[in-house]
C-alpha cells in the first residue's frame, strides 16, 4: 500500500487540505448570509450559483489545464478560490457573492478536474481501487473536519472565512513542490443528455434528481438547522452527521447493488430517505432527534447518487464510459442548479424545515419513476461491479479513455 500512495502522497496531502477548506467554506458562507438577515431566496441562489460555476468549470477547465499543466494550474485555481473567498467578508451583499460563488464553482470543478486526472493518471487497473479510495476517504473526512471547524466561532467574524483560505492556500504547497510527473491531458467533457438518457433512463434522470435534493440540502441544510432553532455551530453539527451517515453506507449499500437489481436498493434508499425527510419537516423533534434524524437522512440520501451512476454505467456501451461519467457528473450538476432556488421559495413560503419536505417529494417522485421502469426494463446482465471511486460524488473530472469496463480485467469501470 506504501508504494501504491506514495508518487500520489503529495497530492493526497494537498486534498486533504483543499476538501478542509472547502467543507468550511460550503457550510459558513449560508450560515452567514442567515445571519445578515437575507431571504431564502436569496440563500438558494447563491448556493445555486455555486452549481452554475461547477458546471461552466467542467468545460473551461481542461483548456486550462491543458494550456498551463496539472501543477501551474492547481495553484492558480487555489488562489482564484482563497481570493474569492476572502472577498465574501469585503462585501457582504448578495450580487457581489452571486459572483463570488460562480467564480468558487468554477475554479474548485477545475481543481478536482485536476486531482482526479492526476490520480487516474497514476493508477492502474490493479492499483485504482486503492489510490481512490483513500482519496474518497480523505475527501468525507476533510469535508466533516471543514464542517465542524464552523462550531470554533461565530460565522459573523471574519476568523472562520480566514481559516478556510489558509487552508486552501496551504494546499497548494505539497503540490507545487511535488516531483512527482504531471499527467497526461485531460479528457474534454461531451455531454450528449438524450443518449444517456436513451440508454439509462433510471441512471440519467435519477442523478439529475438526486442532483435537485442533495443540492438543495448542501446548500441550505444549515439554514434550514438554524430556523429550527439550532445554534450555528449545532447546525454545522448537524450537517457534518448527515455526511457521516452517508460515508459509513456508501460501500456496502453499493456492494448490495451488485447482487440485487440497483433500481430496487435505489427504491428503497428513496422510499427511506423520503420518510426521513418527512419526520424531520413534520414531527416536533429535540435537538437529539435532529441529530439522529440528520444521520438517518445521510445514511439513506447520501448513497443514491452513487446508485443512480453505477446503474448508468451498467448500460454504458463499450467505449463510451468517459462520456457517460461526464454525463452523470454534469446532469448532476445541473439538477442541483435547480434545486436551491426551489427549496428556498417553499421554505420562503412555509418554514425552513420544509427543505426536507422539498427533497422527500423529489424523492418520492424519483422512486415512482424507478418503480415504472423496473416494470418496463428487465436489469442488465452484466453489471459493472460497484465502483466507489467511479460514482463517489467528489469531483469533477472523467476517467482517462483506456479505462475498461469490469468484464476485462474484472475491475470497474471508471
Same mark, same amino acid.
Given at each position: 500500500?506504501?508504494?501504491?500512495?506514495?508518487?500520489?502522497?503529495?497530492?493526497?496531502?494537498?486534498?486533504?487540505?483543499?476538501?478542509?477548506?472547502?467543507?468550511?467554506?460550503?457550510?459558513?458562507?449560508?450560515?452567514?448570509?442567515?445571519?445578515?438577515?437575507?431571504?431564502?431566496?436569496?440563500?438558494?441562489?447563491?448556493?445555486?450559483?455555486?452549481?452554475?460555476?461547477?458546471?461552466?468549470?467542467?468545460?473551461?477547465?481542461?483548456?486550462?489545464?491543458?494550456?498551463?499543466?496539472?501543477?501551474?494550474?492547481?495553484?492558480?485555481?487555489?488562489?482564484?478560490?482563497?481570493?474569492?473567498?476572502?472577498?465574501?467578508?469585503?462585501?457582504?451583499?448578495?450580487?457581489?457573492?452571486?459572483?463570488?460563488?460562480?467564480?468558487?464553482?468554477?475554479?474548485?470543478?477545475?481543481?478536482?478536474?485536476?486531482?482526479?486526472?492526476?490520480?487516474?493518471?497514476?493508477?492502474?487497473?490493479?492499483?485504482?481501487?486503492?489510490?481512490?479510495?483513500?482519496?474518497?476517504?480523505?475527501?468525507?473526512?476533510?469535508?466533516?473536519?471543514?464542517? /465542524? +471547524?464552523?462550531?470554533?466561532?461565530?460565522? @459573523?467574524?471574519? &476568523?472562520?472565512?480566514?481559516? !478556510?483560505?489558509? $487552508?486552501?492556500?496551504? #494546499?497548494?504547497?505539497?503540490?507545487?513542490?511535488?516531483?512527482?510527473?504531471?499527467?497526461?491531458?485531460?479528457?474534454?467533457?461531451?455531454?450528449?443528455?438524450?443518449?444517456?438518457?436513451?440508454?439509462?433512463?433510471?441512471?440519467?434522470?435519477?442523478?439529475?434528481?438526486?442532483?435537485?435534493?442533495?443540492?438543495?440540502?448542501?446548500?441550505?441544510?444549515?439554514?434550514?438547522?438554524?430556523?429550527?432553532?439550532?445554534?450555528?455551530?449545532?447546525?454545522?453539527?448537524?450537517?457534518?452527521?448527515?455526511?457521516?451517515?452517508?460515508?459509513?453506507?456508501?460501500?456496502?449499500?453499493?456492494?448490495?447493488?451488485?447482487?440485487?437489481?440497483?433500481?430496487?436498493?435505489?427504491?428503497?434508499?428513496?422510499?427511506?430517505?423520503?420518510?426521513?425527510?418527512?419526520?424531520?419537516?413534520?414531527?416536533?423533534?429535540?435537538?437529539?432527534?435532529?441529530?439522529? /434524524? +440528520?444521520?438517518?437522512?445521510?445514511?439513506? @440520501?447520501?448513497? &443514491?447518487?452513487?446508485?443512480? !451512476?453505477?446503474? $448508468?454505467?451498467?448500460? #454504458?456501451?463499450?467505449?463510451?464510459?468517459?462520456?457517460?461519467?461526464?454525463?452523470?457528473?454534469?446532469?448532476?450538476?445541473?439538477?442541483?442548479?435547480?434545486?436551491?432556488?426551489?427549496?428556498?421559495?417553499?421554505?420562503?413560503?412555509?418554514?425552513?424545515?420544509?427543505?426536507?419536505?422539498?427533497?422527500?417529494?423529489?424523492?418520492?417522485?424519483?422512486?415512482?419513476?424507478?418503480?415504472?421502469?423496473?416494470?418496463?426494463?428487465?436489469?442488465?446482465?452484466?453489471?459493472?461491479?460497484?465502483?466507489?471511486?467511479?460514482?463517489?460524488?467528489?469531483?469533477?473530472?472523467?476517467?482517462?479513455?483506456?479505462?475498461?469496463?469490469?468484464?476485462?480485467?474484472?475491475?470497474?469501470?471508471?
Amino acid at each position: 500500500m506504501k508504494s501504491t500512495l506514495a508518487p500520489v502522497a503529495s497530492l493526497l496531502a494537498g486534498v486533504a487540505f483543499l476538501i478542509i477548506g472547502h467543507g468550511l467554506q460550503l457550510t459558513v458562507v449560508p450560515l452567514r448570509a442567515e445571519a445578515e438577515g437575507w431571504t431564502g431566496y436569496q440563500i438558494g441562489a447563491i448556493g445555486s450559483a455555486y452549481y452554475v460555476g461547477f458546471v461552466a468549470g467542467c468545460f473551461a477547465a481542461p483548456f486550462i489545464i491543458r494550456r498551463a499543466g496539472h501543477i501551474r494550474a492547481f495553484t492558480a485555481l487555489v488562489s482564484l478560490t482563497a481570493a474569492t473567498l476572502l472577498a465574501h467578508t469585503l462585501w457582504v451583499a448578495f450580487i457581489p457573492w452571486i459572483v463570488f460563488r460562480l467564480v468558487i464553482g468554477a475554479s474548485l470543478a477545475g481543481l478536482y478536474m485536476v486531482i482526479e486526472s492526476w490520480l487516474n493518471d497514476h493508477a492502474t487497473n490493479r492499483t485504482r481501487g486503492l489510490i481512490m479510495s483513500a482519496y474518497i476517504f480523505i475527501n468525507f473526512v476533510a469535508i466533516t473536519i471543514g464542517q /465542524m +471547524a464552523v462550531t470554533l466561532y461565530a460565522p @459573523t467574524e471574519f &476568523t472562520l472565512f480566514a481559516m !478556510a483560505t489558509m $487552508a486552501m492556500m496551504v #494546499a497548494a504547497i505539497p503540490v507545487a513542490m511535488t516531483r512527482a510527473s504531471e499527467p497526461a491531458p485531460v479528457t474534454r467533457v461531451r455531454f450528449r443528455p438524450l443518449a444517456l438518457y436513451r440508454s439509462s433512463p433510471v441512471g440519467i434522470v435519477g442523478v439529475s434528481l438526486i442532483g435537485v435534493a442533495n443540492g438543495s440540502f448542501w446548500s441550505l441544510g444549515a439554514v434550514a438547522g438554524v430556523g429550527a432553532g439550532l445554534t450555528a455551530a449545532e447546525a454545522a453539527i448537524f450537517m457534518s452527521i448527515a455526511t457521516t451517515g452517508g460515508a459509513l453506507t456508501q460501500w456496502p449499500v453499493g456492494r448490495l447493488s451488485d447482487r440485487i437489481d440497483r433500481r430496487l436498493v435505489l427504491i428503497t434508499l428513496l422510499c427511506l430517505a423520503a420518510t426521513s425527510g418527512l419526520i424531520i419537516a413534520f414531527v416536533p423533534l429535540p435537538r437529539t432527534g435532529l441529530f439522529v /434524524m +440528520a444521520l438517518v437522512f445521510g445514511m439513506t @440520501t447520501m448513497p &443514491t447518487y452513487s446508485i443512480a !451512476a453505477a446503474h $448508468a454505467y451498467d448500460h #454504458a456501451a463499450p467505449g463510451t464510459f468517459v462520456e457517460v461519467a461526464a454525463g452523470v457528473l454534469l446532469a448532476n450538476a445541473s439538477g442541483a442548479i435547480i434545486g436551491p432556488i426551489l427549496a428556498s421559495t417553499l421554505m420562503e413560503e412555509t418554514s425552513s424545515l420544509k427543505l426536507f419536505l422539498f427533497t422527500a417529494l423529489v424523492q418520492a417522485s424519483l422512486a415512482a419513476f424507478a418503480f415504472v421502469r423496473l416494470r418496463q426494463r428487465p436489469a442488465p446482465t452484466g453489471k459493472t461491479g460497484f465502483d466507489l471511486a467511479a460514482t463517489a460524488p467528489t469531483g469533477a473530472t472523467v476517467p482517462p479513455a483506456t479505462t475498461e469496463p469490469a468484464g476485462s480485467d474484472g475491475n470497474a469501470a471508471r
